[in-house]
């Protein structure tokens, strides 16, 4: 029972490099968010998409991307990796606009390090 | 500016009793609230939500309370478990928003 999947767990970068984030469900859900989370703060959300082929950006979107081509993929692309970007991802995703509720499944999280 | 508030950044109870966690909000559009909680190193985990139609929702120990007029609800867990020891954190949404708003959440110690 996987629900969202998300790799790697931990990573470590310099500033400047590039790194992929990787994400997948097998819950067949709809929408698709990427969070992060700096210490003692709650879950800023970065995008998200609402099905394959759409992505919108969320609160704290600059220095990030993200692709959407199947329903169960989410990927969130750092570009140019800088200090501020050192925090915890966490991928998660939740059925379509008709559930009750709106339940998001989180995945473990991803710890990045910019040094 | 914090839409979604939980003030408390900390709370210790004995294990047995009650432990209550507020959670304050401003918009008065929201109209779907839910309770996360999260251990450290993983996901938060969906616990228990409450629409602005309902002001009470109970499912085993945990029970949400709504009050729309003081835009406050509460998670009371009875009774605490040790293994209930994790951060917990409220959040909202408007409408068909798809977009949680999210409180900075509230460290919970339940003590044998």
């Known amino acids: 029972n996987a629900g969202v999947t998300q790799t790697p767990k931990f990573r470590i970068l310099k500033i400047g490099q590039s790194m992929t984030l990787q994400c997948t469900q097998d819950?067949?859900?709809?929408?698709m968010y990427w969070y992060r989370q700096d210490p003692g703060m709650g879950l800023k959300l970065i995008y998200y998409s609402v099905g394959a082929g759409i992505t919108d950006k969320g609160e704290v979107p600059n220095g990030y991307n993200v692709s959407r081509s199947t329903t169960e993929d989410f990927p969130l692309r750092l570009e140019l990796a800088a200090p501020s970007q050192t925090s915890v991802y966490f991928c998660a995703s939740s059925p379509g606009p008709r559930s009750s509720g709106n339940t998001i499944y989180f995945g473990e999280g991803s710890w990045l390090t910019v040094v | 500016d914090q839409q979604v508030k939980q003030n408390s950044p900390s709370l210790s109870v004995q294990e047995g009793r009650i432990s209550i966690l507020n959670c304050d909000y401003t918009?008065?559009?929201?109209?779907?609230f839910l309770w996360y909680k999260k251990y450290p190193a993983e996901g938060p985990t969906f616990l228990i939500s409450i629409s602005s139609i309902k002001d009470k929702n109970e499912d085993g120990r945990f029970t949400v309370f709504l009050n729309k007029s003081a835009k406050h609800l509460s998670l009371h867990i009875v009774p605490s478990q040790p293994g209930d020891s994790a951060v917990y954190f409220c959040?909202?949404?408007?409408?068909?928003?798809?977009?949680?708003?999210w409180g900075l959440g509230t460290s919970l110690a339940v003590n044998p």
């Open positions: 918009n008065s559009m929201f109209d779907y």
């Open positions: 959040a909202a949404r408007a409408g068909n928003n798809r977009k949680l708003i």
């Open positions: 819950m067949n859900h709809n929408y």
